[in-house]
């Protein structure tokens, strides 16, 4: 069964420094998600990603966050600075996009640490 | 505001028991429903949806009800497994870009 995958696992960084979180969605889906789950806490919306383009994205995403599908495969999450606040897991999504009701499936994530 | 939240946070069952999961939803708008069971060190793994223009739907063991008339929903478990023990999420859908609102979560343990 196709599945989403994401890079990698585990991601321990300095604080202020730049971290790119990698994520394939699975191949012939149109909607892109990236999500975040602070231990213990319910999983937040990030930024939603369709055509090139962000759809929507939450207060958390500011302009310290960027999104990119730099080739027809991957989806990035950048963050620019981080800070310590930035630890969490980090999950993508993606759906078929033939509808909003369709579901979105899951990668298993990236745990950032932010030292 | 947006908000979907769960009832009870913990939901502890004999194996062989049935389980039921609720919870409650604040968007009168939303019309797409998902429930999701995350097990420890993974992600939200896609449990059965539901549309706002149905009240059940049954999977395999599964059953979602939704009461859009009391914005409720619920996830029951048939002949619970220990397999089945992890944190169960239910996420409402509300606009085209199909962003997911989650609850806070219930954990469910099995107990042999």
């Known amino acids: 069964e196709p599945e989403v995958t994401q890079t990698p696992s585990h991601q321990v960084t300095q604080m202020g420094q730049e971290v790119i979180l990698r994520c394939v969605p699975i191949s012939n889906h149109l909607y892109f998600y990236w999500y975040r789950q602070i231990l213990g806490q319910k999983v937040e919306f990030l930024v939603s990603f369709y055509n090139n383009e962000i759809s929507e994205k939450s207060e958390i995403f500011d302009d310290q966050f960027s999104v990119e599908r730099p080739d027809g495969s991957n989806f990035t999450l950048k963050i620019r600075s981080t800070k310590l606040e930035d630890s969490a897991m980090y999950f993508c999504a993606s759906r078929v996009g033939t509808g909003h009701n369709q579901p979105q499936h899951f990668g298993d994530g990236t745990r950032l640490s932010i030292l | 505001g947006e908000s979907v939240g769960l009832h009870l946070p913990t939901l502890s069952v004999q194996e062989g028991d049935n389980s039921i999961i609720n919870c409650a939803y604040s968007n009168s708008a939303s019309d797409y429903f998902i429930w999701y069971k995350q097990e420890s060190g993974k992600g939200p793994q896609f449990i059965i949806d539901?549309?706002?223009?149905?009240d059940k739907r049954q999977g395999q063991r599964v059953t979602v009800l939704l009461n859009k008339t009391v914005k409720h929903l619920s996830l029951q478990i048939a002949a619970t497994q220990p397999g089945d023990s992890a944190v169960y999420f239910c996420?409402?859908?509300?606009?085209?870009?199909?962003?997911?609102?989650f609850g806070q979560g219930t954990e469910l343990s099995v107990k042999p």
């Open positions: 539901i549309r706002s223009n149905m």
């Open positions: 996420a409402e859908v509300y606009n085209q870009g199909g962003k997911l609102i």
